[in-house]
């Protein structure tokens, strides 16, 4: 039933109240309601127009989630450059752009220059074009005369209005920014990020960078990433203000977010005393800044001025001084990362830097280390990367003293003393201890338990973090020994609480093949690995004894995964656990000839939407069983898309592209026909 205009002016309304919370909230920072009220309008929006698909638009602030991923990005060639700036690297420096931008301008030294202060964002420089005031591509500031397309990732940016507000904008405008993560949004990613087990960024800028860049928006969407615009491009059908801090006040009024730091002053003079007030603030401000950007105010003085090949005449970058240190490496120990990572981490003698006492630095891997020719003993400079995590960036090769030691690899865990691996090729040592290793004890539980995994319903971070801080487990194969007496010894868990995890780890006992190979855990081994070595295999026996020769006849496993599943199987550690779960009754049913494993290689197959007879995941296992690739976008060389309910943008495409459309029933009959 199509909607009714009672419902269709009621998404109007909660879209018009989003907006305009989103607008006081990122733009003006002045927020009328609570997060969970925000949170509460926007599901009701998203209520209606699920139930309503015909009244979703491009601009609803429900469209942010990300679409499917991109093969790769196309090319936007800019209609106006985005130039690069001259630096300036102390007063005497911005007194002689001054001096110039005078001379130009025909002005004596009595006739001072109105200039625009802006902090210099230390993040990504993007483009972003609105056609009658509709956001249509964002666009990475690239080589200054070609960047990348990045409108599915800029469309994810709450900052980054999908429509502009009010009225009297020009009917093409070009709006160009800084996308940058907060300092503190970088940290709490980073922690997320560790606690899960996945990668954590060096700094916010590359975060920001690499976040821009991904293919699969879907991601960009789980970043929180935002943007301060600085200047405009192109602007077609309509007039702007005649000053350049006058052009970023009007767009804050249409929703653009500016830096509420940027002023107008008078005079260098008057900069100098900015730059100096910037760099005071910089320690206690929440995003990265590494100077001042200085801009003529007067748009028809920039004019007058003009360019260089690369760069504008009329602005200048006066950078602050990089935060240093010098000092002597004093010892260097190894730390055991969740997932195994060891890393050397630099002991220093302290040593202040940017008003911060550093006594510890990363050295990120072995490879840096030989890169930087580091020698225990040896003077270093230090320098706060990002202003965040301190790190050794040069040794001071004349300070040598003729007693130092050579910094080696360890070959043994610190945490649990198994083997350490450095693959040839590969950058990161690892500890090879896995399920028995203290240090990655936590992160192979919970993957362990994991939805993919054994599906241990209940057992969540805050439990196993419980379970293995008070020394109740020590390995997965643990969680089945548990008892009622010893669960209700913990924090908030009723012995109701208790029994329900009982049940669920009774239950979980029962799975496939497949699920426990992925739950061990093992370096690149993931979900669909799991099931090619169990069709290959068809038992974990042949698995365990399985040599690295025999592991590369496994469809899509090379000479580097083999190695990595066979020095697994190899451990001692690893197969106490594997033996202990099997004789606590994890096991599994042999799995019947699944049909021809080759009936469908060679061919690619895409589903989307709601399918209601088996889950997405079963139907991927089934596919997979008979050879096909199961992929999670569409394009010219997909086989099939299968389109359950609410099929969206896949769908789409795939009708765009001549690409073939299966439903759930015919996708069902493909199975059985082939035995699946």
Known sequence: MPASKKIADEVARLREQLNHHNYLYHTLDQPEISDVEFDRLFH????????????????????????????????????????????????????????????????????????????????????????????????????????????????????????????????????????????????????????????????????????????????????????????????????????????????????IRINPLAEAVDGVEACLKYYDRMLEQRPSLDYEIDGVVFKVDSIEEQGTLGMLTRTPRWAIAHKFPAEEGVTVLEDVEFQVGRTGAITPVARLKPVPVGGVTISNATLHNMDEVDRLGLMIGDTVVIQRAGDVIPKVVSVVQDRRPKKTRAIELPDACPACGSEVLKPEGEVIARCTGGLQCSAQRKESIRHFASRLALDIEGLGDKLVNQLVDEALIESPADL??????????????????????????????????????????????????????????????????????????????????????????????????????????VGWEEEAEAGNPEALVGETYVLTGTLTSLTRNEAKARLQSLGAKVSGSVSAKTSYVVAGDAAGSKLTKAQSLGVPVLDEQQLIELLEQHGA
């Open 44 to 255: 009701a929006l998203k209520a209606l127009e699920s139930e309503y698909p015909e009244l979703v638009t491009d601009d609803s602030p429900t469209q942010r989630v990300g679409s499917a991923p991109l093969e790769s990005f196309s090319q936007v060639e800019h209609e106006m450059p985005m130039l690069s700036l001259d630096n300036a690297f102390g007063d005497e420096d911005m007194r002689d752009f001054d001096r110039r931008v005078r001379t130009r301008l025909a002005r004596s030294e009595h006739e001072g220059i109105r200039y625009t202060c802006e902090p210099k964002i230390d993040g990504v420089a993007v483009s972003l074009m609105y056609d009658d005031g509709k956001l249509v591509r964002g666009a990475t500031r690239g080589d200054g005369t070609t960047g990348e397309d990045i409108t599915q990732n800029v469309r994810t940016i709450e900052a980054i209005p999908l429509k502009l507000k009010g009225e009297g904008y020009p009917a093409r405008l070009e709006i160009r920014g800084e996308v940058y993560f907060s300092l503190s949004g970088f940290e709490k990613m980073n922690a997320d990020a560790q606690k899960s087990g996945q990668k954590v960024f060096a700094n916010p800028r590359n975060a920001a960078a690499g976040t821009l860049r991904q293919l699969d928006s879907r991601l960009t969407a789980q970043r929180p990433l935002t943007m301060f615009a600085y200047s405009v491009g192109v602007v077609e059908g309509g007039e702007l203000p005649t000053a350049h801090s006058d052009i970023l006040r009007k767009l804050k009024t249409w929703g």
């Open 480 to 585: 089945f020994e548990l008892t009622e007496w010893q669960l209700v010894q913990l924090e908030r868990m009723a012995p109701k609480s208790a029994n329900n995890l009982l049940e669920a780890l009774k239950k979980s006992k029962t799975t496939t093949l497949p699920r426990f190979i992925y739950s061990l855990g093992i370096q690149e081994v993931g979900e669909s690995t799991a099931r090619n070595l169990a069709q290959f295999f068809k038992g974990l026996e042949p698995l365990r004894v399985a040599d690295e020769e025999s592991l590369q006849e496994v469809p899509d496993i090379g000479p580097i995964v083999a190695k990595k599943i066979a020095h697994f199987f190899q451990q001692d550690v690893n197969n106490q656990v594997i033996d202990q779960l099997l004789a606590n009754g």
